[in-house]
């Protein structure tokens, strides 16, 4: 028995060792120095340009994004390109009835072609959030297109024509990548897209958006990239998600491409703390060593048969630095597969080991158990963190989350530890083996219908493990059926460990279920190599306890640590959110959060909850308020006239202007069906239209204000709303400022400082 276990021991080393390689190599390289040479990507050079973007919050409008335009267009100009600012207004239809719109002005520069067969072009956004200097999003991107592009300069001219668009409003409302798409010259034609993004600051940049019919493009990330961080599971994901980045618009206009971000770190993501200092050098070493070798090389390729899809989408994965890739008409045939090979495995293993098909059956239903446990856990595990410091209802991932992570691992493990100890005597440790392959056969075809990129994630793994399971029980050496269920382990930890520690990341702790899930799965590949650790058959019950038993303790003492280490301080703060409005009509002001658990600084100016959406359009739903004192602050400017046209239609025409330097006024008309409308001399998206009440979010207006006209059908009275918005409540009365250890969270809505008027007509 002893022998046993140091053999079970020995090769659980080995596959935690493989493990830990598989997620090592995701990790960036170091960082190279401003001295490097010329041709290739620096992020020392790069970081130079992170700390001038980064300088301060630089919100779309503002006469800081002015310097920061101005600094792009002179470093683009220096660079021998052909640069110009587009001068635009875009717009992001919502629900009906809704629609956000910008002025934007976005840096556009084109690097000529010898002999072009299409454009490609590289995106990032220039603006900031309202409440940080955006040092990763998105001066990552930016600043990795501007040495991308002195790199470029330094050798041979390309192929293709390169344009750099580096667009305005993306955090505002994607308006920029929309007006770029909508009315630039350059943009009529299309091509392909590699656009780069941010949102944390740190960790391997993955490639996690594609175009459909991503197979082209799919070969040549996977044959250029220097540092290919990819998975198809997380296209089909991110396409289920209602996130977007500025590739949404040029996907919607045609474009193809692909989309990057590094993404650990989110706690700073949108806040004041996301600043240059905060940025892993790294990460931005691997987002332009990959961003220079990709335009590299699709600036050599023919970009007409790249800027179309592919006849499909390919299935790939990263193994061991490298990207295992294959066509995507292969999911069903390697699902269907996988479902035989396990079926195979559950009659050689009845032939071999008298394990009927029945206990086999009753393996796969109990296997059940840890697959709806271990998730649950995790997520019981994040409540119950959440319970113990408040202040994580504000975010996604802690601060420090490696130690919590780990003990996300730690307790899936002891969920499958102690479900396995106490049911493998009663069915067998072969009978749990093929029962539990069987889930992720079965899965493998549920993905392979429902999200087919993700379908090799459980359909590989038990293909192989059952693969090498009929070759170890039909082999007549001893070592077979160990080294069988190495094997099986070996593929397994290829596959599922880089997907667990991207989806840490990639979805937090506040949604730990998700790569519990996968731990879990990986947990269950490895029950044939786990079983030594068991000991014989006869072995007691306190012998049988001491596995799953240290499984538990680990989790505590990871956990435990965990709340040691990550606190919050001034560096690190508890984030929240607050805003104040004023109803200049009435006097009326309240404060308003749109959490529902805040902290202890927050609550102070709450007492109760109220619907204002009918004052203040922006704000939906029944949200914490509190009364406040009225601050003397100037209403916009609101002019009305409405002309009649006949057959029950009135065209109203309206006039707004902000005496506050706002960075965004809303129009919002109730009391009639409005069926058209122009703001800013763009047309409102149809699509929006025909709605008793329209509401338009326009972000980044002209001191001079915004006009706007809109036709209306009926009879009745028709109102006209006004709000201005404005940022930072700290001159507001009755406001006290934030302990050290409180700050601003990550949303749009952050100390956002409303004013509103109206008129009736």
Partial sequence: MRAGRLLGLAALLLLGALAALSVV????????????????????RAFEHVQQIAAGTHVTGSAANDRVRSYLVDTLTELGLQTRVQDAVGADPGDPGRVEMARVRNVVAVLPGTDPTGRLFLVAHHDSVETGPGGNDDAAGVSSVLETVRALREGPRLRNDVVVVLTDAEEACLCGAEAFADSDPLAADGGVVLNLEARGTGGPPIMFETARGNAGLAGVYAGAAPH???????????????????????????????????????????????????????????????????????????????????????????????????????????????????????????????????????????????????????????????????????????????????????????????WYALVRRRVGADALAVGALGWLAVLGVVLAAAAPGGSYLTAVPALGAALAGVVGLLATPAWARPLAGLVAGAVAVLVLAPTIALFFPALGLATGAAPALFAVLLGLVLLPVLEPLFGSAGAGRASRAV???????????????????????????????????LDADTGDAWWISTEDDPVAWTAAYLDGHQDLSETFPVLAGDLATGGAEPADLPAPTLTTTATDLGDGRREVTVQVQSWRAARLLVLDVTGARVTGA????????????????????????????????????????????????????????????????????????????????????
């Fill in 228 to 418: 290919p961080v990819a998975t198809s599971f997380a296209v089909e994901v991110y396409r289920a998600l209602p996130n977007d980045t500025d590739f949404s618009p040029l996907l919607g206009a045609g474009f193809t491409g692909l989309n990057t971000a590094y993404i650990d770190g989110s706690a700073a993501y949108h806040t004041p703390e996301d600043t240059p200092d905060r940025m892993d050098r790294g990460s931005l070493q691997a987002m332009g060593d990959n961003t220079l070798a990709l335009t590299r090389a699709l600036g050599a390729d023919d970009l007409g048969a790249l800027a179309d899809p592919a006849s499909g989408d390919a299935v790939y994965f990263p193994v061991l630095g490298g990207l295992l890739r294959y066509p995507g008409w292969l999911v069903w045939p390697v699902a269907g597969l996988a479902v035989v090979a396990v079926g195979a495995l559950a009659v050689v293993t009845r032939r071999r080991t008298g394990t009927s098909l029945r206990r086999s059956l009753a393996g796969f239903g109990l296997a059940v158990v840890p697959v709806v446990l271990a998730p649950l856990a995790a997520q019981a595990a994040w409540a119950l963190l959440v319970a113990v410091r408040p202040g994580y209802a504000g975010l996604i991932d802690p601060w420090r989350p490696g130690w919590y992570r780990l003990g996300v691992v730690a307790l899936v493990v002891a969920v499958l530890l102690v």
């Fill in 25 to 44: 190599v995701l990790q960036p390289p170091a960082p190279a120095p401003v001295d490097a040479p010329a041709g290739e990507f620096s992020a020392g």
């Fill in 678 to 761: 122009t703001v800013a001399g763009r047309d409102v998206p149809a699509d929006v239209l025909g709605e008793d009440r329209l509401s338009v979010t326009f972000h980044a207006p002209p001191e001079a204000g915004v006009a706007a006209t809109f036709v209306v059908e009926g009879g009745g009275p028709v109102t006209v709303r006004a709000l201005d918005g404005s940022d930072g409540l700290a001159d507001l009365p009755g406001f006290t400022p934030r302990p050290e250890d409180v700050g601003v969270a990550g949303t749009h809505t952050s100390d956002l400082l409303l004013v509103a008027t109206s008129r009736v007509m």
């Fill in 547 to 581: 596995v799953p038993g240290v499984a538990v303790l680990l989790t505590l003492a990871l956990f435990g640590t965990g709340l040691a280490v990550d606190r919050f301080d001034a560096a690190h703060p508890a984030p929240t959110q607050l805003m104040y409005a």
